[in-house]
């Protein structure tokens, strides 16, 4: 399960527009690229795949190995029609 929520004030629509089945799709596909690609270790995370400022509270939980399982598991389906 994937759950999108707008933080931005006054609610821009950004999440209705990812929401769109095309643009979702071009999103996982370049998270996967940006998590696949990383240099740092697996079982972890840095600021150049999964942590920001506003991570902070669960950088020690982040794991790249993760959110790159469920990726390649959710895209495979999608890119096999």
Same mark, same amino acid.
């Given at each position: 399960?994937?759950?999108?929520?707008?933080?931005?004030?006054?609610?821009?629509?950004?999440?209705?527009?990812?929401?769109?089945?095309? /643009?979702?799709?071009?999103?996982?596909?370049?998270? +996967?690229? @940006?998590?696949?690609?990383?240099?740092?270790?697996? %079982?972890?995370?840095?600021?150049?795949?999964?942590? /920001?400022?506003?991570?902070?509270?669960?950088?020690? +939980?982040? @794991?790249?190995?993760?959110?790159?399982?469920?990726? %390649?598991?959710?895209?495979?389906?999608?890119?096999?029609?």
């Amino acid at each position: 399960m994937l759950i999108l929520f707008d933080n931005v004030l006054g609610r821009t629509g950004l999440v209705k527009r990812i929401a769109d089945e095309d /643009n979702i799709y071009n999103i996982l596909k370049s998270s +996967l690229e @940006r998590v696949k690609n990383c240099t740092c270790g697996k %079982e972890t995370s840095c600021y150049g795949c999964l942590r /920001n400022y506003q991570s902070q509270f669960c950088h020690e +939980l982040l @794991r790249r190995d993760v959110v790159l399982d469920f990726l %390649e598991n959710n895209l495979q389906d999608e890119e096999s029609l």
